[in-house]
């Protein structure tokens, strides 16, 4: 299939499938006679697989370590577990410190925060 048809398949724009496949996120793509680029099946699913990983927060450096592994066929179940883990851990440190954030807004919002005497100045209170 062609570029348009993977497109509409993955809803991914042709700008970022190309920028995939020159990072090497897409294994095996190959030119007809006709020079267009002939995409398969496993390219939508290799699409797929890319698009949920960004989901999870796996960054596009991530993803393409595990793609090499996983088309190398050399990505174990442990490695894989490794990967989660760790981005499950990096979740969590994202989410306490989104927490943390929240408190500090609220806090402002109350007027209770550490700049409060400077915000006065600054609005002529």
Not at 11 to 40: A, C, H, M
Not at 60 to 67: P, S
Request: aromatic share 8%; with cysteine.
């Amino acid at each position: 299939m062609r570029i348009k048809a993977i497109c509409l398949k993955t809803g991914l724009s042709k700008d970022t499938i190309r920028f995939y496949e020159k990072l090497g996120l897409l294994s095996n793509v190959e030119k007809g006679l006709n020079g267009y680029k002939n995409y398969t099946d496993t390219h939508v699913e290799q699409l797929n697989l890319i698009k949920h990983a960004k989901e999870l927060g796996f960054t596009l450096e991530e993803i393409k370590q595990l793609a090499d592994l996983l088309f190398s066929r050399q990505l174990t179940m442990s490695e894989m577990s490794s990967f989660l883990k760790q981005k499950e851990q990096e979740i969590d440190n994202k989410i306490k410190k989104l927490h943390e954030f929240k408190v500090h807004i609220r806090e402002t919002l109350e007027g209770s925060c550490e700049y409060r005497a400077q915000l006065e100045k600054l609005s002529g209170k």
